[in-house]
C-alpha cells in the first residue's frame, strides 16, 4: 500500500536559513512550521525531509553534526506531536575542499536522489506527494522525482535564488493553509 508524502527542504522552509545551520542551538523554526508539519501529517502525508548540506562538503560541519541535529530534530517534533518518517541529507558538491565529497551525484537537489530513494523505502505514491521548498532547485527536484506538485516558497532571503520562478506562498504554513482547505 502507497501513501502520499510531503517533501521538504529543510533550511528557509522549516528552520530559518542563517546560513549552514549546524548545531541545534542555532536552529530556529520558520513561524508556523511546526504546525503546518501537523496539518500535512494530520492530513495523511510522510513528511519527508531532503535537505543539501554542502557546509559538510565545505568542511564548515561534519556529516555526525548533521546527525546529531536531524535527531535533535526528531525529537523535538516528536514532542510536538509531529513524527517524520525520514530525513535524506546530500553532502556532497563538485567542487568540494573535502576531497571525499567532491563529485556530482544523484541526490544534490535539483537531482532527484533524495527523493526517489525514500520514496522506494517508504513505499511513496509519488505522483500524490508535494513537495515544498524555497529555491528552484527544490522544484525541479520534486518534478524530476515525479512529484505530483512541487511549491515554491518565498521564505529565501535570496529572492534571485529563485532564478526568475514565482513564488506561490510566503511560507510553508501559507501553503499548507491554502492547499488542505479547498
Not at 22 to 44: H, I, K, M, N, T
Not at 66 to 89: K, M, P, S, Y
Request: hydrophobic share 45%.
Amino acid at each position: 500500500m502507497t501513501r502520499p508524502a510531503a517533501f521538504l527542504d529543510r533550511d528557509g522552509v522549516i528552520n530559518i536559513d542563517h546560513g549552514y545551520v549546524s548545531r541545534w542551538e542555532d536552529f530556529e523554526y520558520v513561524p508556523g512550521a511546526v504546525d503546518a508539519l501537523r496539518r500535512l501529517q494530520a492530513a495523511g502525508y510522510a513528511l519527508v525531509i531532503v535537505t543539501n548540506q554542502s557546509g559538510v562538503a565545505r568542511g564548515y560541519y561534519d556529516e555526525p553534526a548533521v546527525h546529531a541535529l536531524h535527531d535533535a530534530l526528531r525529537q523535538d517534533l516528536a514532542e510536538q506531536g509531529v513524527t517524520l518518517a525520514a530525513i535524506e541529507h546530500c553532502p556532497h558538491l563538485p567542487d568540494a575542499l573535502v576531497a571525499r565529497y567532491a563529485r556530482d551525484c544523484d541526490c544534490r537537489k535539483p537531482a532527484p536522489g533524495m527523493i526517489l530513494r525514500s520514496a522506494q523505502a517508504l513505499g511513496i505514491d509519488l505522483a500524490g506527494s508535494l513537495m515544498f521548498g524555497d529555491k528552484a532547485s527544490d522544484v525541479e527536484a520534486g518534478r524530476l522525482a515525479g512529484v505530483g506538485r512541487s511549491v515554491l516558497l518565498a521564505t529565501n532571503a535570496d529572492p534571485a535564488a529563485a532564478k526568475g520562478e514565482a513564488a506561490e506562498f510566503t511560507s510553508l504554513a501559507d501553503a499548507v493553509g491554502a492547499l488542505l482547505d479547498v
